[in-house]
């Protein structure tokens, strides 16, 4: 199991596209959107938090992305008849998402630091960056249903849409106050949403409310159903 | 090239009872039953889509067959894959990205109890001197072997290799051929599915000729050739006819090309002789009918007479499978395309 972890941590780190897009491209993005104009001192906490989550889906999406790559070049097949059980395969993939969110979270923290000047406490950051790390769970499960369910290119399109489309309506990149009201109340159900605010709320030196920890925690259940599913389903042709 | 078994009946490693997988309207497998014994090494030959890759699914495990039974090492073949007695080449592998061929191999290598070392495994796919590649860099010939490395890193008691040999040059299969003996020559089990009938003479000692999901003949090269009847007489017509050749004794089947006549025939004494007194012998030229002639008369003979050809259900290897009498009768040249 850990050498089977390390093999896709290992192949997961060698992608340049994850590298540039997972961890690369939130920084860039931080960076920007916080030195472009005025600047809100607190918006630079703020969208750190942001964007350290954003980076933190688009790696646990991914670890979907390379289910399906696998899936399509007979990988898994080919591991069905090593001893490896099918149960150590999917939990070597779900662990394989959670460790490689944690260059993208620590990518941003580290520039919120170092570059925008962004001052915390240790337990601040620290909680910070283990809320961040827990709460993308949802989001593995989700890129793990999408590349079980589908082909690698549908997988890759899939995660995509999901990834930007979750970022922008749970407010990971402009603040949901800029929103308009509807669309305000919708974003405060998304899990990116509340996922952020797992983050905004420990850095207002606050635990996180237990809404958000609720949505969060139905959003684990729907997109872990899924992942089963999809699983269940492809098993049988993999 | 029979191998030494211990006397004391050796163990089965493969059987197939009774086996049958649909997919749809089509039996891909229809109703399989065969035996091999631990250390024989053992060619499935068949046409593309004759049910060769559906059969070694469900011995592995990766489909599950709708009727019948099949188990390995007289388990199941679930129990005996989480054993770590199974490695395999699956046909449609491709090479896994981002991965040199070293963690590759030690990864599988890994996976079971008692592999063989990493080491051993690369130079007996002869692929030492790539072992800090990546696996997405390389040839297709030299993934091909990067495939045999995976599968038989863990050292497994059965090797299954499903068309092993599609992306190599003539050089590379020979070198292939000679590690896959290698491999057999430690007492393990091999199978492995082609449909070049020279490589399944070549290197196996027991061929299963499958058809239509159906076994139709088991036994060596040299037995299939025999159970598919007879042998080649050809000579010279230079300028008489071809009118009652076919009823010379022996003689099933006449065939002309340009001005030499080749007469397929169960007695090849009988139909020289009867050449002889017609004076007819002109180039004269006896030849046992080749494996490709055996092939075809099996598979072709299948077409016809499906229902009457139980499968070989003996499993004892040396015993040659049932159809080969009704085999010789209704073989035609004219399915030829239908063979490679």
């Not at chain 2, 070198?175 to 009938?197: E, I, K, N, P, Q």
Request: hydrophobic letters at 45%.
């Amino acid at each position: 199991m850990i050498d089977y972890l390390r093999l896709e941590v290992r192949r997961t780190l060698r992608d340049h596209g994850f590298v540039i897009f997972g961890v690369g491209m939130p920084v860039m993005m931080y960076l920007l959107f916080t030195n472009l104009g005025e600047n809100d001192p607190a918006w630079k906490t703020v969208s750190m938090v942001g964007m350290a989550a954003y980076g933190a889906v688009g790696s646990a999406l991914n670890t979907g992305g390379g289910v399906a790559e696998d899936k399509t070049i007979g990988w898994l097949r080919q591991l069905r008849v090593t001893p490896m059980t099918p149960r150590q395969v999917v939990t070597g993939r779900a662990l394989t998402g959670s460790v490689t969110v944690l260059p993208s979270i620590a990518a941003v923290l580290l520039a919120g630091g170092l570059v925008n000047g962004v001052r915390l406490d240790v337990w601040q950051w620290a909680a910070i960056a283990v809320l961040l790390w827990l709460g993308s769970i949802p989001f593995t499960l989700l890129g793990l249903g999408n590349g079980y369910r589908l082909t690698a290119q549908t997988t890759g399109v899939a995660n995509m849409v999901c990834n930007l489309g979750l970022a922008v309506l749970g407010g990971l990149w402009f603040p949901i106050t800029l929103f308009p009201g509807w669309l305000r109340s919708v974003s405060s159900y998304t899990p990116t949403n509340r996922f952020a605010q797992l983050g905004t709320a420990v850095a207002e030196g606050h635990a996180p409310a237990p809404a958000a920890v609720a949505v969060l925690a139905a959003w684990l259940l729907a997109f872990g159903s899924y992942a089963v599913v999809s699983y269940r389903r492809s098993a049988r042709t993999v | 090239m029979t191998k030494t078994d211990g006397t004391p009946a050796p163990p089965v490693a493969v059987s197939f009872t009774g086996a049958v997988k649909t997919f749809g309207a089509v039996r891909a497998v229809n109703g399989v039953d065969l035996e091999i014994r631990r250390g024989e090494t053992v060619a499935l030959l068949g046409r593309n889509g004759a049910g060769k890759s559906s059969t070694i699914a469900l011995l592995l495990g990766l489909d599950e067959p709708d009727e019948g039974s099949v188990s390995l090492f007289g388990t199941s073949v679930a129990q005996s894959v989480r054993a770590g007695r199974v490695g395999a080449m699956l046909q449609e592998g491709r090479a896994v990205p981002r991965v040199t061929v070293r963690e590759l191999v030690s990864f599988v290598a890994g996976r079971y109890p008692a592999p063989m070392p990493v080491g051993e495994a690369l130079a007996l796919a002869g692929i030492e001197e790539l072992a800090g590649r990546r696996v997405d860099k390389l040839s297709g010939g030299q993934t091909q072997r990067v495939r045999f490395a995976v599968a038989l890193a863990g050292n497994p008691a059965l090797l299954v290799l499903d068309e092993p040999t599609a992306a190599l040059d003539v050089e590379a299969r020979h070198a292939f051929w000679a590690s896959m003996r290698a491999y057999a020559r430690r007492g393990h089990t091999v199978l492995f599915s082609t449909h070049y009938l020279e490589e399944a003479d070549a290197h196996a000692d027991r061929i299963v000729v499958i058809d239509h999901g159906r076994i139709v003949a088991d036994g060596s090269g040299e037995e299939l050739k025999r159970a598919a009847g007879g042998s080649l007489v050809a000579f010279d017509l230079a300028g008489r006819g071809t009118e009652g050749l076919s009823l010379l004794p022996g003689v099933t089947a006449v065939e002309v090309r340009g001005d030499r006549a080749r007469l397929r025939t169960d007695d090849s004494d009988a139909t020289v002789i009867a050449l002889a007194e017609l004076g007819a012998i002109r180039g004269l030229e006896v030849a046992p009918a080749s494996l490709d002639d055996a092939f075809m008369a099996l598979t072709s003979a299948s077409d016809s007479v499906s229902e009457s050809s139980s499968p070989g259900a003996s499993g004892t290897p040396g015993t040659p499978g049932t159809p080969g009498a009704s085999g010789a009768s209704g073989a035609s040249d004219t399915d030829l395309e239908t063979v490679r």
